[in-house]
Structure formats: C-alpha cells, structure tokens
C-alpha cells in the first residue's frame, strides 16, 4: 500500500510500528519530526524516513573509513 506524503498519528504509529502513546511522547519531547494544524497532528513520510536512518549504526568498516580520513585530513593540514 502506497503511504501518503502527510501522515495521520495513525498512519505514522503504523509505519514506524509505534504505539499511539509512544508517537505522542516522542513528539510532545521533541524528538521525532512533525507539525501541528490546530489541535492536529501530521507527519511528512520523507522527514519520518530520513529520522529513522539518522539512527543508522556504522559498520566497523565505515568508522575506520572515517578515522584515516580524519587522520590523513589532520596530517595534510599540520604539513
């Protein structure tokens, strides 16, 4: 089923597989994306999308990618 681009709590709540409750927690800290239309609500599919990969756990092979990145990035700049 095609989900459309201004999620209900509903809708939300079963996309991300969380309880109503849990929704209205999270949102009411601030901690997941959303906006309100009167006593309202919504969620846009793309910004609870790019939520859920900023949780993404690195592989071992990416961190190491990253540190001899940083450490030829200082190296370069100490020269």
């Known amino acids: 089923q095609q989900l459309p681009d201004i999620l209900t709590v509903q809708q939300a709540s079963d996309f991300l597989k969380l309880k109503i409750t849990t929704l209205y927690e999270k949102t009411s800290r601030k901690l997941i994306p959303h906006f309100?239309?009167?006593?309202?609500?919504?969620?846009?599919?793309?910004?609870?999308?790019e939520w859920?990969?900023?949780?993404k756990v690195k592989t071992r092979e990416e961190i190491e990618g990253e540190a001899i990145t940083f450490?030829?990035?200082?190296?370069s700049q100490a020269a």
């Not at 859920?52 to 949780?55: L, S």
């Open 36 to 49: 309100k239309k009167g006593n309202k609500l919504y969620f846009h599919l793309s910004e609870l999308q």
């Open 52 to 55: 859920i990969t900023q949780g």
């Open 71 to 75: 450490t030829l990035n200082k190296k």
